[in-house]
């Protein structure tokens, strides 16, 4: 039939191209779903949205990108999840920098798509400015900035207890010597962990604990419109 000869033309056969391309289109939901949360919440001025929502809508997002790519790449999605696979011995150290390229040029993509999503929102919101400070500011859609009263150190450290309780957390989910998980309800339970920390430690930064979830909308800002600041 026509479908199994257009299925045989399309079928990627290389191991390394159907992991990247599986990486890319699960981080590409992840950031699409996690800054539309946002971007609903302040171009609505939070009546059509509010903390708990944008929590919600990351949670689920990163459950909805390891039921994409699970089975195909392990849905990293996260350079420091890459990372902490390759320190243990179970992801080579040689596809660690594909997938750090792979996930931030897939989270500079969905920036560009929540953009154009809510591109009259965004405008009408920020009253035709694209500002990084101030009660219109609308770079926080994209990448995460701390409050005015975190210091660096203060970030940094936030940043990695944060990290360090995820990464512990989803590597304690899917080590078969621990109590295990109900087959197929893994990503169920790893949403849940992402909520828990998104409630517990979201205030100071805005709980990123992604490099590629904000490096890569951050070059989208900068090259948008938004200028130099949002590396400020």
């Not at 770079?139 to 210091?151: C, E, G, R």
Request: charged letters at 15%; aromatic letters at 12%.
């Amino acid at each position: 039939s026509f479908l199994t000869r257009a299925r045989r033309l399309l079928r990627i056969r290389n191991q390394l191209v159907r992991e990247c391309l599986a990486e890319l289109i699960a981080t590409f939901v992840l950031i699409l779903i996690t800054l539309s949360g946002v971007a609903q919440k302040v171009t609505s001025f939070e009546t059509k949205g509010d903390i708990l929502t944008t929590y919600l809508a990351g949670a689920l997002a990163v459950m909805v990108g390891i039921y994409i790519a699970g089975g195909i790449s392990g849905a990293h999605m996260n350079p420091a999840f890459s990372i902490a696979m390759c320190l243990t011995n179970q992801f080579p150290w040689w596809k660690f920098p594909i997938f750090i390229v792979v996930e931030t040029l897939a989270s500079f993509l969905s920036a560009g798509a929540v953009y154009i999503l809510y591109y009259d929102a965004i405008w009408n919101y920020s009253n035709g400015t694209l500002a990084v400070y101030g009660p219109r500011e609308t770079a926080s859609i994209f990448a995460t900035y701390p409050l005015d009263y975190v210091s660096i150190a203060n970030g940094f450290l936030d940043q990695v207890i944060g990290t360090g309780a995820l990464i512990l957390g989803v590597m304690g989910i899917m080590d078969n010597r621990n109590k295990g998980v109900p087959k197929g309800l893994e990503p169920v339970v790893v949403a849940l962990l992402v909520l828990s920390i998104e409630v517990s430690m979201g205030s100071n930064c805005g709980c990123p604990l992604n490099p590629a979830r904000d490096l890569g909308p951050r070059l989208f800002t900068y090259v948008a419109g938004w200028g130099p600041e949002v590396f400020r």
